[in-house]
Each structure stands twice: as C-alpha cells, then as structure tokens.
C-alpha cells in the first residue's frame, strides 16, 4: 500500500492541487455571493469537472491514435442547459483549463489556480472597498449577476413565438429539435403563472423554475 502510494505521489499530489483550488474557488464564490454555486450539482461540477478533463488529457497525452477516437467520442456531448453569465462560463473553461495544465506542468497549474483565485477575491475587496468608502458599487452587477431575479427555464419541441418576445427573456438557443428559453424577473408571481400555462402545452418539454 505504502509502495503504490509513493509510486503515485505526483498522481495523488496533482489530483489533492486541482481539488483544493475546486474547493477554495466554491466557497470564495459563495462568500461573494454567488448563491448559484451553493447547489449540489455546481458544487459537483466544480469538483469533478477539473479531475476528469485531467485524467482524459492523461490518457490520450502520447497516443494520437485514442486523441482521435476521443475527440469523435467526446463530440457526441451536448450542452442541454445554456449558462447564466459569460462569468459562468468562464469559470467552467478555468476548471477544463487547471485540468489540462495540471496534466503538462503542475507548477502552471498552480500559478494559474493561485492567479484566478487571486483576480476574484481582489475584485471582491475592490467592490467592498469601495462601498465602505466611496459609499458607491464598483461594479453595476459585480458577481451578484443574476442572483436577484427568479429564472424560468423552457424546454420545448416547438418555437414558442409570444416566449422569445419575452421583455424578460435572457437567454435562448435552439440544440436540434429542442428550443431552450430561460426568462428572468423580479415578479416571482408572472413566472410562475407562466409556467403553469406552458406545463398544459403538449410541445413543452420540462419547465424548471428556480426562485431568487
């Protein structure tokens, strides 16, 4: 036992790296106020997304052969749930990025890891700073972006034309015979209420509503 751990103490070292820094940007981001993260899913993802982009990136780093047949394999995934924010997806292409650099250098993993997390807690102290001294808010959304709206999320096999007309929709994409639709308010009641008609709609897929 003691053998296979010293035979893979850079495996187990690297893995022990990329999930402090999961760790450490979840409970950063939740301090700051992104509520999002605080689910079990974000907080999975966040977990697992940086091991397994390393352990893909490990197994097909000398062989061009399984890169190929990876990239065909990995083609076949697709996205059903659109991101909230560019900051959210920025932070989704940070843990592919730790997991792929954590494969080729731990040291530029390390540095970009300490160097993301430093940005955020240095806008977070920035933004508080300023709204201690300056009584004023740096940033107009900040990394409150989105927390304070209720989010209705649409999934349906027709395009629903009085939906994209939406004064609240925030988001839309069509991925082959869905139509996705993700609508945002103050006014929990009118989506709720929207909800419910679009549920009696046979061409509706799901409808998930998530409360500020």
Same mark, same amino acid.
């Given at each position: 036992m003691i053998a296979l751990i010293i035979n893979n103490l850079h495996l187990l070292t690297t893995l022990a790296v990329l999930l402090i820094f999961s760790v450490s940007l979840r409970i950063i981001l939740q301090v700051q106020g992104q509520r999002w993260v605080s689910t079990l899913p974000q907080t999975m993802t966040f977990v697992l997304l940086p091991v397994i982009t390393f352990a893909i990136t490990l197994v097909i780093a000398d062989n061009i052969a399984l890169s190929l047949g990876m990239v065909g394999a990995l083609s076949i995934v697709r996205f059903r749930n659109p991101v909230r924010s560019p900051f959210e997806l920025s932070l989704y292409f940070l843990m592919i990025a $730790?997991?792929?650099s954590a494969s080729v250098s731990l040291k530029i993993c390390v540095v970009l890891g300490i160097t993301? $997390?430093? $940005?955020i807690l240095a806008?977070?102290?920035l933004e508080k700073i300023a709204k201690v001294c300056l009584n004023m808010n740096l940033f107009n959304s900040s990394f409150a972006e989105a927390n304070d709206l209720n989010v209705l999320e649409i999934v349906s096999l027709e395009d629903l034309p009085h939906v994209m007309s939406d004064n609240d929709l925030i988001a839309y994409s069509s991925q082959g015979e869905n139509?996705?639709?993700r609508l945002g308010s103050s006014d929990k009641r009118k989506l709720v209420? $929207?909800?419910k008609r679009l549920s009696a %709609?046979? %061409?509706v897929k799901s409808v998930e509503f998530t409360a500020a």
């Amino acid at each position: 036992m003691i053998a296979l751990i010293i035979n893979n103490l850079h495996l187990l070292t690297t893995l022990a790296v990329l999930l402090i820094f999961s760790v450490s940007l979840r409970i950063i981001l939740q301090v700051q106020g992104q509520r999002w993260v605080s689910t079990l899913p974000q907080t999975m993802t966040f977990v697992l997304l940086p091991v397994i982009t390393f352990a893909i990136t490990l197994v097909i780093a000398d062989n061009i052969a399984l890169s190929l047949g990876m990239v065909g394999a990995l083609s076949i995934v697709r996205f059903r749930n659109p991101v909230r924010s560019p900051f959210e997806l920025s932070l989704y292409f940070l843990m592919i990025a $730790l997991g792929v650099s954590a494969s080729v250098s731990l040291k530029i993993c390390v540095v970009l890891g300490i160097t993301s $997390l430093g $940005l955020i807690l240095a806008a977070g102290i920035l933004e508080k700073i300023a709204k201690v001294c300056l009584n004023m808010n740096l940033f107009n959304s900040s990394f409150a972006e989105a927390n304070d709206l209720n989010v209705l999320e649409i999934v349906s096999l027709e395009d629903l034309p009085h939906v994209m007309s939406d004064n609240d929709l925030i988001a839309y994409s069509s991925q082959g015979e869905n139509y996705i639709y993700r609508l945002g308010s103050s006014d929990k009641r009118k989506l709720v209420e $929207l909800g419910k008609r679009l549920s009696a %709609n046979d %061409n509706v897929k799901s409808v998930e509503f998530t409360a500020a």
